[in-house]
Every structure is written in C-alpha cells, then in structure tokens.
C-alpha cells in the first residue's frame, strides 16, 4: 500500500489545514444537519475527495461521535473498503456522459441500508454538456435520502445552474509549515531516516498539496540516506535557493557568460517550473526592495540593494509574460532570460549616457573594431557582425520585427553570407556571440 493510502484520513479531525470546511460540516452533522448537495473545489491533492469519503460515512455511520464517523461500525467499515452499496464514486471524466448520468438518475432514489444514498462525482466540471443537463434535473428536487458530493480542480468549468445549488467549500493548499510536520510525522512511523532539510524541499516541490509530497516522500523513502534537499528540488525541476541568488546576482552585476550552461541544464525538461522560480524570486527581491527584512528576511533585503526597483519590476513583469507562453523550450528560456537582462544593460547604458540605441551601435561597432553593427530594423534589433560575413541578431522579445516569419521572439540567431538563419542552439554558438556583446557592451564603457 503506498503511503498516501497508508495515512489517508478517515475522520475530519486528521483532515490537515482544512479547519474552515471541516468545523462547519461537523458542527451540521452534530445538530443532525446537511445539505442535499456539497461542492468541494481547489487543487489536485489538497484534501476534496477525502473529505467528500468522510462525509457520507458521517451520513451513513451507526454511531456518528462529535461530527466524525466512528470507523467501527459495519457501514463504515464496509465504506472504507469500498464497497458500501449507498456510497457511489463516478469520475467525470470517464463516466460523464449522458447515458451514464441517466443509469445514475434510475439507481438515485433506492437507499439499500434505508439511510444516505450519496454520490460523490469526482472531476465534475469534465462532465458533458449534456451529461450536466440531464444531472441537474435530480440535482434541483433530490429526495431527502440522496446526498450529492460535486469536487472539481476546475470550477469555473461547472455550469453555473449546478453550482448554485451546492453547498460550496473552496480547499486551499495546505501550508508549507503543515506539510513539513506530516512528513516529519510520517517519517518517524515509518523508520524513514530524513532531514529536516528534505522535508522543507519536499514542500516546496509540493505546492501545497498534501498528496504529492507523500508521494515524493515515499519514492524517496528508500535510498533516503543518500538524499539532499538539492537533489529534490532538481529532480523535480526546481532550482535551489543558492543558485537562484547566483541568477540575481549575476544579473545584478552583468555576468551574463557564467549563466549561459547553468540556464540551458536547468532548463532541461522543466523550463515551465525554472521560469516559475526564477519569477518568484525576483518578486521576492521586489517585495524585499519595498519592505526590507520585514517578510523574507536579510538575505533577500541585502540582495535587493544590488537593483533599483523598477529594474527589478521589469524583470519580474518579462518573467510573467515568458510564463504565459504556451511554447517555451530549454532553448527559449535561458535565451529569452538572457535578452531581458542583455536588454536592461542597453536600457541602463543609454539612460545614463544620454544617447540613442543608434549611437549605442556606433560605440559598439568602434569596441568591436572594424565590426559591422546594424539598427534601425527596428528599435529592439541590434546585429552584429561575427566574422566571416556572419550575423548575430540580438532580438527584443516585444520587437515588431519578430513577426519575420524566419524570425521568433527572443531567440539568438546567426545568419549566414548566402542569407541562410541558423538558430544559435548549441552553448559554443551562444558563448561566441555573447562574448561580443559582454566585450562590446557591458565591460566597454
């Protein structure tokens, strides 16, 4: 049995860092209150289902004490094995269609143990159109002994006719400090040697949700010893926090050549997670730039003197869009990073010179010594010349001269003397012209 199984809880009472639900619920079931139809909706592994099973066997139980289900009696036994008779489980995406939802309005009414029917529909919102037409006629006059139970990741997706007739609970991802404890906890019973270290990083791969860590927890388990907070974090596309103060300081300070490898392998099969990162700790030095030491303590307050503040929100306001993209790849990402940071530098140079991005160029080409240097494509494109009648195109992401169709936003690229455009793929490619740019721009002055 896997451990998300194995710790699963049975009464509202081990239910972790779901308080606002379970208090209401227990406090109606104490006075022998419920309602006909509960909607429980928020993110994958926070708790929906498992409060749903606890509340019909609370419905169904023999000897319901404060609110909980005893776990004892023979409906609770026989719902905890999955086979009580009253206790239906559909899932939406499977069973949401409209002849199902009409097998389930004819076997709706009969109550077997005379009790509680209760069906609990989970990943509603994939129900057909007119799968939820044909539901919603028993959902608006139900019998007294028919209980609903709707859970949903996506309630926006629910019609609205539904919903209103609900009961509704949004579950929220459970804190970090409360995920921590429970794998602590679950360590110790199970004899799993792990640092308090990789249970912090476990809930930071988690986002909140209970289910995945325990998951995370119980693949780790067996070679647990041999495991760091590090290698969690990387291998679930996460960057430690070492390195992400090596981004903002590079970033701070030009580096931008001692970023280029570290970016393409972080960036390898999880570039959605590294832009995530990487925008949630510039907001974190944003927010420290603002506040001090107050929310996230010295070391982000001491980092963001490093920048001024509306260096840092154009960093994080690129970063969200980046995010946004539907097609980011590990070539992207680090490119598209190292443009918006090439991008502040040009920005920085020109404000502070009182100059143009044309007569930027012209400086440029005068450090690259006899080097042909182009603008006026657009505002955003400078290309360089790289030798050989070769180019590099360095490519604002917001450029209007990205809708070239042999161009994409925020890419390098080096066109050839017959006119042929190769994207600067490989790291040697990159270093090539970036070396340039750091000679001709950054250490130039």
């Known amino acids: 049995m896997s451990l998300y199984n194995k710790y699963r809880p049975l009464t509202f009472d081990e239910v972790i860092g779901q308080d606002h639900i379970v208090s209401v619920i227990k406090a109606g079931l104490k006075q022998g209150k419920y309602a006909n139809a509960y909607l429980f909706y928020g993110t994958h592994g926070v708790g929906k289902t498992t409060i749903a099973r606890i509340l019909a066997r ?28 009253d206790i239906i489980e559909i899932d939406g995406a499977t069973s949401g269609g409209v002849d199902n939802v009409k097998k389930l309005r004819e076997t709706a009414y009969r109550s077997v143990f005379k009790k509680k029917r209760v069906v609990i529909i989970d990943e509603c919102h994939r129900i057909t159109g007119a799968g939820s037409q044909a539901l919603l006629k028993i959902v608006e006059e139900p019998p007294d002994s028919t209980i609903f139970v709707f859970c949903t990741t996506e309630v926006h997706k629910v019609i609205d006719t539904i919903i209103s007739r609900c009961q509704r609970y949004q579950v929220y991802k459970i804190p970090k400090s409360l995920i921590i404890d429970n794998i602590l906890r679950i360590s110790k019973l199970e004899n799993i040697p792990i640092k308090q270290s990789v249970a912090e990083a476990i809930a930071d791969v988690s986002d909140g949700s209970m289910r995945d860590a325990i998951s995370i927890l119980d693949q780790s388990s067996a070679n647990m010893e041999n495991i760091d907070a590090d290698f969690i ?23 931008l050549l001692s970023l280029i490898k570290d970016l393409e ?41 490093k920048f001024t503040e509306d260096h840092l929100f154009n960093i994080v306001n690129r970063l969200d869009r980046l995010s946004r993209n539907q097609n980011i790849t590990n070539i992207i990402v680090p490119m598209t990073l190292i443009n918006i940071l090439f ?15 044309s007569e930027l160029a012209n400086i440029i080409a005068n450090k690259f010594e006899g080097k042909t240097v182009k603008t006026g494509l657009e505002p955003d494109v400078i290309a360089i010349e790289t030798g050989g009648g070769n180019w590099l195109y360095i490519i604002d992401e917001n450029s209007r001269f990205v809708n070239d169709s042999r161009f994409l936003k925020g890419k390098y690229y080096i066109v050839h003397p017959d006119d042929t455009i190769q994207l600067a793929s490989s790291s040697e490619n990159i270093l090539d012209g970036l070396d340039l740019i750091e000679k001709g721009i950054i250490k130039g002055g």
């Not at 289900?69 to 609770?76: A, F, H, Q, Y």
């Not at 991008?343 to 991005?357: D, F, H, L, P």
């Open 265 to 305: 392998e972080m960036c390898s099969g999880g570039e959605k997670q590294v832009v995530s990162n990487i925008m949630t700790h510039f907001v974190k030095l944003l927010v420290a730039k603002v506040t001090g030491d107050k929310i996230y303590g010295k070391f982000y307050e001491e980092e963001s003197r």
């Open 58 to 85: 609370a419905l169904n139980c023999d000897n319901i004490k404060d609110g909980n289900p005893c776990n004892k009696c023979n409906s609770c036994l026989t719902s905890i094995n999955g086979n009580h008779p």
């Open 233 to 255: 974090l990387r291998s679930h596309g996460f960057i430690s926090n070492e390195m992400l103060f090596k981004i903002s300081s590079a970033t701070a300070g030009g580096d």
């Open 343 to 357: 991008s502040e530098k040009i920005t920085e140079k020109c404000r502070k010179n009182g100059y143009s991005i």
